[in-house]
């Protein structure tokens, strides 16, 4: 049956394009062949996904060859597992509450998760309790889609016969679904998805009662969903309607069709059909005579494929399976080839040492497709991170493709700065996090920005440099006493600074609503940078989380500072924002479920990693696996069919390579299975996968240096008479171990600056007890309890070096010991009455060739006995 008759095809109207075909051009050809200008104007064409539907209309354009043409109405189903809205059709929309929004939803379900918490034997602070409303969200997505009725039935399942935290978690489950069901029937709203399930049902009822007038196709999907699947039955039911599915694979075997499982590419197809109470023979192709007379590579690349990805209890007759093709092949009009060798042409297999490579590899292949002129490429990963990682290799010859996968909201510069006053909420001196208020580049305080990078230079090096400040006049103090005429200035900034954030941080003085939280933190942010901030895609994407958290948050559970700073890192964690400019028109960087159904010249699938692309089936935290099946939930291997199912649509096109990186995240990784399978595939034909060796050749010559060339050691030879004339004894040992820190300290005046928010280490501890020390034997005579003096000492010394609380805690108590210590060893000592000479200092000056040199040292502590003798001691800690 021809895609020109296929209105009058009888019967139900089920058809499929081959995936090696481009499906929407074809599809869009036989709409055109079947239908007159007016009944294709009025026809109305179902696509999974939005992106699918655009693709689409482009193809109704590119098949007018430059005429006029009135393209059908074209709508997205929706992709229910991936969030993606259906369209609303017509009147059923306004019969169905409005759906809760995304950001409440999950604030509620924040808010009853901690409620129950108890049940599952713990409590719930806000920030776990987000995550928490995260996986139950998901799974009350599962049961909506797959339109099982949960309560009252989860309890249930959890027999004696399971562990007993299942039951623990079936009794949070139905608490919170009832708390849930409550809160929604309360707010007038209802889930999203049940929304989604109830509009499609509600359209296949209609569509079943009264058919449209004009044609209905519904192409592209796999009816995954019941809904979907219900659906779709019904369009190919209808005196105008038919289906088209995307890649049902014709020429699998009976015996491996009957062995398929959930992991399969063909196991969505599999089910629909049986769903629909179809065969697999029943359903027609769409243009047949076109893939009749198709490219003979693209049907052994199907074919190839296909095999390939054969369940495993069917991959024992491989061998026979290849010699079935290529008699197939001897029998063809094109005889002679060998099917194998004509399937893999055009399929490449790249192998990088590590995703930064593969990255530049997939980059480089991108910017060689512009080589050609009119030639489009998209790549094709669902790893968001090696996506912005190729978007960022692209900006070397300033291209941004299509689609490409943005920046983390946390990274962006307006959400940066939020979760830095945050920050200071709770530690209102942390000298690292001023710097990135006082550096970051929106940040004004009334003042130019010229004059705030100046003043925080001065702030910087004489303020924030070294212990840490434990407050504001400790700040001002330091600047006061080193920063000379620029202090007045840089006080003046830290005061503006101080005066911004005193409200956000006198809020937390108790637990706050997060909603009025943000509220305060935004008034913070907009007086340390204003308004300007919201500008642009990274202020955009900050403005709309805060402004959510505002109108949303009460229902989140109260926070202090800590939480709240918790609770805005996790919150934007989750977020993208997308990057800003004009994308080029030939190159795309798209998600598996993007990709789905488009065909451009060049197709690239990067990530085939065990764990990347697939995805490992997922653990349902809440319910074991024997719970889910008695429930009517899917396996989760579910979604690893329908990744195989991507994965071998985009592998069939014509042009086609496929990277994978040896090593991710600094551990070996494994490639997916799915090459593996085609490698071995390819092996028992006795054929290699064909490569790109020299793409690899150029990611690695792309960084490299023109030629290696180690630096020497330094070898200094100053003038004598630049020469250090005096140097301390114990700096002896150094210049004969290394006369380069010697040179750079004692001849170019370098010295060691201190790092923000320096730690108190073992020297200033040291250095506490030697002033303690020299003070107590100084003040011996003047003091009545010398343990308690030389502990006053001791502690004022270390506060004043900067120690910590906690640290001047510990401390304490070591102190007081060693202080009685310390006063019994005086006493012991001075019982003879010898005389005490503290850090006393001596010099020796030797005459050498270059002029006099002069040694000095200075000692700890000297006593002269009456007898003439000296102990010279030297105070050692630790």
């Known amino acids: 049956m021809s895609a020109a008759g296929f209105l009058s095809k009888p019967g139900r109207r089920w058809f499929s394009i081959p995936a090696h075909r481009p499906f929407l051009t074809d599809l869009a050809l036989g709409l ?187 192409a592209g999907s796999t009816g995954t969903a019941p809904a979907t699947a219900a659906l779709l039955t019904v369009i190919a039911d209808m005196p105008k309607g038919a289906v088209v599915l995307p890649g049902l694979d014709e020429g699998l075997a009976d015996a491996a069709w009957a062995k398929i499982d959930d992991q399969h590419p063909q196991s969505a197809l599999k089910r629909l059909l049986e769903k629909a109470r179809m065969t697999r023979g029943e359903v027609s192709p769409w243009r047949p005579g076109v893939v009749a007379a198709g490219d003979m590579a693209g049907r052994w690349r199907r074919r190839i494929i296909g095999e390939a990805m054969r369940p495993a209890e069917a991959t024992a007759d491989w061998l026979a399976q290849i010699e079935s093709l290529r008699a197939e092949a001897a029998r063809d009009e094109h005889g002679g080839v060998d099917p194998i060798v004509v399937g893999l042409s055009g399929l490449s297999v790249i192998g990088a040492r590590h995703e930064d490579e593969a990255a530049a590899v997939c980059a480089l292949l991108m910017r060689e497709t512009l080589e050609t002129p009119g030639k489009t490429c998209a790549l094709i990963t669902p790893d968001p991170d090696l996506a912005r990682r190729i978007s960022a290799r692209l900006t070397r010859w300033g291209l941004l493709p299509e689609g490409a996968a943005g920046t983390a909201l946390a990274a ?177 960087i798209l998600g598996a479920v993007e990709a789905r159904l488009v065909r451009p010249d060049r197709i690239i699938l990067a990530g085939l990693e065990e764990g990347v692309w697939p995805r490992g089936a997922e653990i349902d935290p809440f319910l074991s696996r024997p719970m889910r099946e008695r429930l009517g939930l899917p396996s989760p291997e579910r979604r690893v069919g329908l990744q195989a199912h991507d994965f071998a649509q985009a592998a069939a096109a014509p042009e086609v390579a496929i990277v994978h990186a040896e090593r991710r995240g600094g551990a070996p990784a494994v490639e997916s299975r799915w090459l593996w399978r085609l490698r071995t595939l390819a092996q028992g034909a006795g054929v290699a996968l064909p490569g790109r060796p020299e793409v690899v050749a150029w990611a690695r010559a792309l960084d490299a240096p023109a030629a290696y060339k180690p630096a020497q050691r330094p070898a200094p030879k100053p003038p004598v008479e630049d020469r250090p004339k005096v140097m301390a004894v114990t700096r002896v040992e150094a210049l004969t171990r290394d006369p380069y820190a010697v040179w750079a300290r004692d001849i170019l005046r370098l010295y060691r600056i201190d790092r923000p928010d320096e730690p108190t280490d073992a020297r200033a501890r040291g250095t506490a007890i030697h002033n303690a020390f020299e003070r107590l034997a100084e003040d011996w005579d003047k003091t009545d309890d010398p343990a308690a003096h030389f502990e006053r000492l001791y502690l004022d010394a270390l506060e004043a070096a900067g120690a910590p609380a906690s640290a001047l805690a510990r401390e304490q108590a070591l102190a007081r010991e060693a202080a009685l210590w310390v006063a019994d060893l005086e006493r012991r000592r001075r019982a003879d009455g010898r005389r005490i000479i503290v850090e006393q200092k001596g010099e020796l000056t030797l005459p050498l060739p270059g002029g006099p040199f002069t040694i000095n040292a200075r000692a700890d502590r000297i006593e002269l006995t009456s007898e003439g003798q000296g102990h010279i001691l030297d105070y050692k800690t630790g």
């Open 412 to 588: 962006s510069g307006p959400m940066l700065l939020a979760q830095h006053l945050a920050g200071l909420a709770l530690n209102p001196f942390d000298p690292i996090v001023w710097l990135a208020v006082l550096k970051h580049r929106a940040v004004r305080l009334g003042l130019a920005a010229e004059d705030i990078a100046a003043r925080a230079v001065v702030i910087e090096r004489h303020a924030l440099r070294g212990p840490r400040p434990r407050r504001l006049a400790e700040i001002e103090a330091r600047l006061t006493d080193k920063a000379g005429d620029d202090a007045e200035a840089a006080i003046d900034l830290v005061r503006r600074l101080d005066a911004a954030l005193a409200p956000l941080r006198a809020l937390f003085e108790a637990e706050v609503s997060p909603a009025v939280a943000a509220r305060r933190l935004v008034e913070a942010m907009e007086a340390v940078a204003g308004a300007e901030l919201w500008s642009g895609n990274g202020g955009e994407t900050t403005g709309a989380l805060l402004s959510a958290v505002i109108a949303e948050g009460d229902a989140l559970p109260p926070v202090n500072a800590r939480g709240f700073d918790d609770l805005l890192r996790r919150l934007s964690a989750g977020e993208t924002v997308r990057t800003g400019g004009l994308a080029h028109p030939r190159l795309s």
């Open 32 to 218: 055109r062949e079947a239908l007159d200008d007016d009944a294709l104007s009025q026809a109305v064409v179902l696509t999974p996904n939005r992106r699918a539907a655009r693709a689409l209309a482009e193809a109704f354009v590119g098949t007018a060859a430059g005429g006029a043409i009135l393209p059908p109405q074209i709508r997205a189903l929706g992709d229910l597992d991936e969030g993606e809205p259906p369209f609303e059709p017509g009147d059923l929309a306004l019969d169905l509450p409005p759906a809760v929004s995304p950001w409440r939803r999950r604030f509620e379900l924040a808010s009853i998760c901690a409620d129950h918490a108890h049940r599952l034997g713990y409590e719930l602070g806000g920030p776990a309790a987000l995550d928490m409303a995260q996986a139950v969200g998901g799974l009350f997505d599962s049961l909506a889609i797959e339109e099982v009725e949960a309560a009252g039935r989860i309890v249930a399942l959890a027999e004696a016969d399971l562990a007993q935290h299942w039951s623990r978690s079936a009794d949070f489950l139905e608490a919170v679904l009832a708390a849930w069901t409550a809160r929604l029937e309360t707010l007038g709203r209802v889930d999203v998805s049940v929304r989604r399930v109830a509009l499609l049902r509600g359209l296949a009822e209609q569509w079943r009662e009264k058919p449209p007038q004009g044609a209905v196709i519904a």
